[in-house]
């Protein structure tokens, strides 16, 4: 017996399969039999070789007359696989030729679809009537959690957003205006747009001194997703002085002891299998992702600075002195506008700014995300509340996108649960987080054992992470005159590693000094904030890897290749010491640790060259080149340079930024970049913490500010 076929057909209606396989489908060879999964073809003129019949203990049992191909499907997250077997000891004749007419009859028959969610109308029903018809499961389980039609109407509206910018990149919503009128002075030193990951770099420069103001179009403090850290990640935010290490310890809601990945491979070559991959220091502090938002939200108003909730962006008018910020309270549908000397954007992946900036390449790639945090109703030794499952696959390729889960226990039974996919941006496919979240409510027992009506619903967590290939710091606009964006928002980095919430942490301190760099003197201009991002070159060349992950709108992949590939670099990760793993993740891999793991893992599985180029192509084989050998050169301006370029430079501070204050802008983000930009933070000297400086005397009209 030996497998000679392995496909997924992309539909949930298994048993639709099996009634084409049996009554529609007609092969042109052979004797077709029916079974209860499919059917078996028996051919009566048998192998290519009657070699084995005098193997057999009765001679009349020859293999011409029992050489048969079995073809059977079953169903797994919420689609269907069919294989091929060959009962015979050699090749059947004719097999070959039953296989080109089959796999295109299943292709035909069973094409590639990509829905699209309903259109809305939520003056004439509800969102749950609305969907019921075509996400059912999502509608029955969004019932049952707390406020499950508000957080509904969210995702559709989330993806609606997301629908619209892939669909019409080339003509993005206009939100940023030049204005040349002169007005009084601005009411703000800083706005921000976006209170997730908004609100914690907003608490650090009020307490710098400076007159913030964050607008958030959501209730402040709700949040759509959790957040995991590490100890010496959040380090960054306790040295900047944001929080004490009490304070920290009073928003983790649970630390792990460690943390899993593991890809299925059942169906993988032996050169693709891989062990379990420990990384007991990555993700293992989960935070109280609202208790978090809360305390920077009490900080950045103890510094005076002001919140504005339920306030939407309209549009910015920007002119050389200010930002005009036009707004609505979306309660009271009232219009009004507030001024500022930089805007700063942390509205993620929806952000119409990151769309017009970005024109017709605002993303590369996105993980759609859905999941919950589950409350109880889990048997017990489903799983251990000590352990992170970090990244885990229960099955191969699902209608176009191999899905992955995210395990991480919270507070007391509390478990967050993220099901994700890394996906390529295109217009006929743009990602939906409605299917997603049909398909998590389908295949969450297979993956985690349960009785889904038993199951107690806290609160859903979904969202766009989205991903830029870059070839450079350069490649990517995130900064206009008098505005710079952060998070998601300015994602410069694929998003296998790096994502928002990590990656704003991680860069805090470098984001802080530059940006307080620039508005000390008042260097707001495109030119000089651009130089003021989160771009690491260690990590952009990073994607290729994600590249790898996705399957391509149109085509369709061998169901076990995404795994294969998986399996074969986290073997490589798992059998390297932790520290490097650690690196990895943490997006600290340096350019020979990089380069040895890239030997390692083509020496274990030479196919996987062969596998990156297939999905890849040669425009992005072409790109990525570029990313690996600037990361090379930088890598040696580094080696040369990161061991005493920024402790001469920081020497140099109190004479070069009193004279030169742009070329000490320019300077310093140059030191971070060869420190902080590859992975080596610990090689730029820590610029001292200037907190709770007086506030500036403001005229009384400037105090006198309206929260709508």
Known sequence: MKEILYLEIPTPDVDLVKAWLQQGYQPTIGEKIITPEGFRLRFGGGSASSDTAAHLPNPELSPERFAELSVFVWSLQRTTYLKVFRWAKAAIAHEQRFLRHFVPAIRTRFPERYPEPPQVDLSKQSIFEALAVAYPQTVHYFQKMPNGEYDLTRVYWWEQRWREGVKNPQAPKQVLFRDSSHSTPPQFDLIYVGGALGIIHAAVMARLGYRVLLMERLPFGRMNREWNISRSEFQSLIDLGLFTPAEFDRVIAREYVDGFHKFFDANNPPQAKAGVLHTPTVLNVAIDSEKLLR???????????????????????????????????????????????????????????????????????????????????????????????????????????????????????????????????????????????????????????????????????????????????????????????????????????????????????RLTHLLDTALKHDLLTANH????????????????????????????????????????????????????????????????????????????????????????????????????FNFGWNALLSWLLAGWFPGVLMGLQPWLEKRFPALWLGLLSQAYAMTYGMGKSQAMPRPPVRGDRPQPDRPASEKQVVNL
């Open 295 to 509: 305390l920077c939200g009490e900080k950045l108003r103890e510094c005076g600075g002001e919140i504005w909730e339920e306030t939407e962006f309209l549009k910015a008018n920007i002119s050389a002195e200010q930002v005009t910020i036009s707004t609505k309270h979306l309660p009271t549908q009232t219009e009004g506008s507030v001024t500022g000397r930089l805007l700063v954007d942390a509205m993620g992946t929806a952000s119409p700014i990151a769309w017009q900036l970005n024109g017709g390449r605002a993303f590369d790639s996105v993980c759609p995300t859905v999941g919950a945090v589950i409350a109880d109703g889990f048997e017990p030794g489903v799983w251990d509340a000590n352990y992170g499952d970090v990244l885990n696959s229960h099955g191969d390729i699902s209608r176009g996108r191999q899905l992955i889960w995210e395990l991480f226990p919270g507070e007391g039974k509390d478990l967050t649960f993220y099901l994700f996919h890394y996906h390529q941006v295109h217009p006929e496919n743009p990602g939906s987080l409605l299917e997603m979240y049909e398909d998590f409510f389908t295949i969450l027992p297979e993956y985690r054992r349960c009785d889904m009506e038993k199951l107690v619903w806290r609160k859903p967590t979904f969202g766009y992470i989205p991903g830029h290939f870059s070839v450079g710091s350069q490649d990517r606009q995130v900064s206009f005159d008098r505005l710079i964006a952060i998070g998601d928002a300015a994602s410069l980095q694929s998003p296998l590693v790096f994502t928002g919430f990590g990656s704003l942490v991680r860069n805090l301190s």
């Open 529 to 628: 904030l651009d130089r003021i991002h989160a771009y690491q070159s260690n990590v952009s060349v990073t994607w290729l890897f994600s590249k790898g992950m996705m399957v391509p709108t149109g085509r369709s992949l061998p169901p076990e290749r995404i795994n294969a590939m998986l399996n074969t670099f986290f073997d490589v990760l798992a059998t390297q010491p932790p520290a490097i793993a650690d690196a990895f993740i943490k997006d600290r891999v340096t350019w020979t640790r990089f380069n040895g793991m890239a030997i390692v893992a083509a020496l274990k599985n030479p196919s996987l060259l062969l596998w990156i180029w297939e999905m890849a192509g040669a425009k992005d084989i072409g790109r990525w080149l570029g990313n690996y």
